[in-house]
């Protein structure tokens, strides 16, 4: 199966559509996947030794997807990201990048595009 393995790609999206969308996408070509409903919900997830990477909206309520790439990277987390936005700007893009997100991402994007970020950040972690 590779070295992916036991690894699980975590989405973090408050767009319960979006997160069914996506978890269905990254199972049926056999990543674990682990889906939230916000940024504290998923900073309360008991698995992070397990998080092969995260997929984050960038716009949530509560925290965002930037404050929370910001804060695992505060914390020490080497958990490679991955930005989804509807609402993209450069400002966004430069921010998300430089806070360390390994690929942003515009919706609607293709799905090819998404894998390939997914397994880029695996690769990366």
């Given amino acids: 199966m590779g070295k992916h393995d036991g690894r699980v790609v975590c989405i973090v999206d408050d767009d319960a559509s979006l997160r069914r969308s996506l978890r269905n996408l ?8 682990e ?6 919900a998923f ?6 030794d397990s998080i092969g990477c995260v ?3 960038v716009r949530m309520a509560g925290m965002s ?6 804060h695992l990277v505060a914390t020490g ?5 991955i ?3 509807a609402h993209a700007d450069d400002e966004t ?5 430089e806070a360390g997100a390994v690929a942003f991402l515009e919706k609607p994007f293709r799905s090819s595009t998404l894998l390939d970020a997914v397994r880029t950040a695996l690769a990366s972690a």
Avoid at 35 to 40: D, I, K, L, M
Avoid at 77 to 81: F, L, M, N
Avoid at 93 to 97: A, D, E, K, T, V
Wanted: hydrophobic letters at 45%; charged letters at 30%.
């Fill in 26 to 33: 990254l199972m049926s070509v056999g990543f674990r996947v």
């Fill in 35 to 40: 889906t939230f409903e916000s940024a504290e």
């Fill in 43 to 48: 900073l309360e997830s008991v698995h992070r």
């Fill in 55 to 57: 997929v984050l909206d």
């Fill in 65 to 70: 997807g930037l404050d929370l790439l910001r």
């Fill in 77 to 81: 987390s080497r958990i490679p990201a």
């Fill in 83 to 85: 930005m989804l936005t």
């Fill in 93 to 97: 893009r430069r921010r998300s990048l």
